[in-house]
């Protein structure tokens, strides 16, 4: 069964730094999506992307993040200047174009701020 | 916020069916119910969806009111390897999205 796959499964990066969260979508997927989860909180949306732009985002979402999907395959997350509470789960998902398919999710990435 | 509420855990013996309520008073006419779990620091995991009538699938089935107002997912023999965090969510396609506003979720936990 076709799954959505994340890399790297852990980064530990220093305080300031940029980090890029690596995503491939189910490959006939057309919505993808970022969702982070701060350790022993709820999972929390970040940000949607359809046809190559940005649906929708949530306040989390501000200008230290973007998003982008640099060929056919991937879908990133850039986190700018790095904070210590950015340390969090951070998972992408993705649906297909049918009304009210289910998003499916990858395993995960956790970043660690030291 | 989320538009769900689930109670916060619940028990299982293993081989029992599992029954686990969701409340979702608000849900609009074109939102549908989704369950997903999550199983440690897992990604969430797709479960079973459905609008108004009930679903069945391999892994469950989902009972949905006559109402909409809530639901109830059903495993029907409950294995350890179910033990995780169940989520219901409700969503519809509004502003080209069909983001998910997660809650906290029932913590299911399957008993030898």
């Known amino acids: 069964e076709p799954e959505v796959t994340q890399t790297p499964s852990h980064q530990v990066t220093q305080m300031g730094q940029e980090v890029i969260l690596r995503c491939v979508p189910i490959?006939?997927?057309?919505?993808f999506y970022w969702y982070r989860q701060i350790l022993g909180q709820k999972v929390e949306f970040l940000v949607s992307?359809?046809?190559?732009?940005?649906?929708?985002k949530s306040e989390i979402f501000d200008d230290q993040f973007s998003v982008e999907r640099p060929d056919g395959s991937n879908f990133t997350l850039k986190i700018r200047s790095t904070k210590l509470e950015d340390s969090a789960m951070y998972f992408c998902?993705?649906?297909?174009?049918?009304?009210?398919?289910?998003?499916?999710f990858g395993d995960g990435t956790r970043l660690s701020i030291l | 916020d989320a538009k769900t509420t689930q109670p916060p855990s619940m028990d299982c013996a293993e081989g029992r069916a599992a029954n686990l309520p969701c409340n979702h008073s608000?849900?609009?006419?074109?939102?549908?119910v989704y369950w997903y779990r999550q199983i440690h620091s897992q990604g969430p995991q797709y479960i079973i969806h459905?609008?108004?009538n009930n679903e069945t699938n391999e892994m469950a089935s989902l009972i949905i009111t006559e109402d909409r107002k809530s639901s109830t997912l059903i495993l029907p023999h409950a294995t350890l390897r179910d033990t995780a965090v169940y989520y219901c969510?409700?969503?519809?396609?509004?502003?080209?999205?069909?983001?998910?506003?997660f809650g906290t979720g029932t913590r299911l936990k399957v008993l030898a």
């Open positions: 998902a993705s649906s297909d174009s049918a009304i009210n398919q289910p998003q499916h």
């Open positions: 490959s006939n997927h057309l919505y």
């Open positions: 992307f359809y046809n190559n732009e940005i649906s929708e």
């Open positions: 608000t849900i609009s006419g074109n939102e549908y």
């Open positions: 459905g609008l108004k």
């Open positions: 969510i409700v969503s519809a396609l509004t502003s080209g999205t069909y983001k998910y506003i």
